[in-house]
């Protein structure tokens, strides 16, 4: 037996990436620590890969080792990171799965201005896609109905009791902060 060969593994995704249009971050998780251990080298990745891709209209690069598949969308790129051995179909998946789910989330309006306001509800579709390098959802239907259920976002009507005394709570509490 060849020691090259790979074992099957779960840990697919090495990291998702969001920049902006200048190759700033807006978010980044990383799973994998032996590959970028310090935000200096993330730091530095990141503006290698915007270099490369930031013009370029394919989907898919190979990059210091590790393929990335990324998508823009008015002033944002989105970028899933794996293996240089991992399948690209299944990266693109991942990507697909963030793009939409965000999309939904942000009811289409997918930019930088409004991912930054709701970083909260998007970090939270990002941890339910993937956890440590393991896909664990890739139905952004399914991701949506996890992070996207706040109360705010549901009419009075169909609340509970619990949940309109937790929301009237919550508003007096800041109403008395102020």
Not at 98 to 118: A, F, G, H, T, W
Not at 146 to 171: C, H, M, W
Request: charged fraction near 25%; charge should be negative.
């Amino acid at each position: 037996m060849e020691g090259s060969l790979l074992e099957p593994t779960l840990y697919t995704v090495k990291g998702m990436l969001i920049l902006d249009n200048d190759g700033h971050r807006i978010l980044a998780k990383y799973y994998d620590p032996a590959i970028f251990p310090t935000a200096k080298e993330q730091k530095a990745f990141e503006k290698n890969l915007f270099n490369k891709t930031h013009r370029a209209n394919a989907e898919i690069i190979m990059l210091d080792g590790l393929t990335c598949v990324y998508r823009s969308n008015v002033d944002l790129f989105f970028y899933v990171m794996g293996s240089c051995h991992e399948n690209e179909l299944i990266l693109m998946s991942v990507l697909q799965c963030l793009y939409d789910s965000i999309s939904q989330i942000l009811r289409k309006n997918v930019e930088k201005r409004v991912v930054m306001e709701n970083l909260d509800i998007v970090m939270l579709a990002m941890d339910e896609i993937c956890d440590g390098g393991i896909i664990l959802e890739a139905d952004s239907q399914s991701v949506v109905q996890r992070v996207a259920l706040r109360t705010d976002d549901i009419p009075l009507g169909e609340q509970t009791v619990a949940q309109v005394f937790q929301s009237a709570k919550e508003q007096l509490k800041w109403s008395l902060l102020k």
